[in-house]
Structure formats: C-alpha cells, structure tokens
Nanobody
C-alpha cells in the first residue's frame, strides 16, 4: 500500500511558477513510476508528466513540454513537478500517482497507476 500526499498548490499570477511536491509513504517508493495528472473543472483528468522508478527518461504532455519538469528524490520518497510560465488554462487540481514496475508509454495513461493522491489545487490568475 502506498499513500500519496501532494502539496505546493496555490494561487499564482500568469507567468509565475510553482513547485508541487508529492510525498509517498512506504518503503518501496523507488519501485514505483510516478506521474502527475490534472483535472480542470468540468474536464477529464489528463496526463501532465511521468518519471520511471530509475529517474531516467521522463514523459510530458505535448501541451506542457518546456514549461514543466518532473523529478524525484527516492531518498525522500518525493516526486516534484516544477511548473513555469503558468497560464490561466493551467488552473486545475493536480494529482500525483504511483505505478508499480511500469515503464515507457504506459505511463501516459491513468489506468496504469495503482495509487493516487488527493490532489492539490492550482489557480492561475490572468
């Protein structure tokens, strides 16, 4: 069992930056690929970024490439999402998720993930 707790959301002006964090419980964090998804009001949850357990190749939604960076610190059981040049359309609840022993293109899909956090709200004002 893995529990995920996100933090770092808030209100920011357009053009600003935020760094989201997700802390995982459990001793096997390093075995999990980690992803970030977001869900805006009235919309489906969509993929943002993912990173495999090894911290190697990272994956990003095309619409966010160049503005977000995912990273992880296995010693701290934490995954981060650095978001820059934020836009009002980035307003959403952001969720982290964990997938055991998954790699590659499967990380783009919600169904791949075994555990989800409760989300942290990001609001970008114009």
């Amino acid at each position: 069992q893995v529990q995920l707790v996100e933090s770092g959301g808030g209100l920011v002006q357009a053009g600003g930056s935020l760094r989201l964090s997700c802390v995982a419980s459990g001793r096997t964090f390093s075995s999990y690929a980690m992803g970030w998804f977001r869900q805006a009001p009235g919309k489906e949850r969509e993929f943002v970024a993912a990173i495999p357990w090894s911290g190697g190749t990272t994956y990003y939604a095309d619409s966010l490439k160049g503005r977000v960076t995912i990273s992880r610190d296995n010693a701290k059981n934490t995954v981060y999402l650095q978001m820059n040049s934020l836009k009002p359309e980035d307003t959403a609840d952001y969720y982290c998720a964990a997938a055991l022993n998954r790699l590659g293109g499967s990380l783009y899909y919600r169904a791949t993930y075994d555990y989800w956090g409760q989300g942290t709200q990001v609001t970008v004002s114009s």
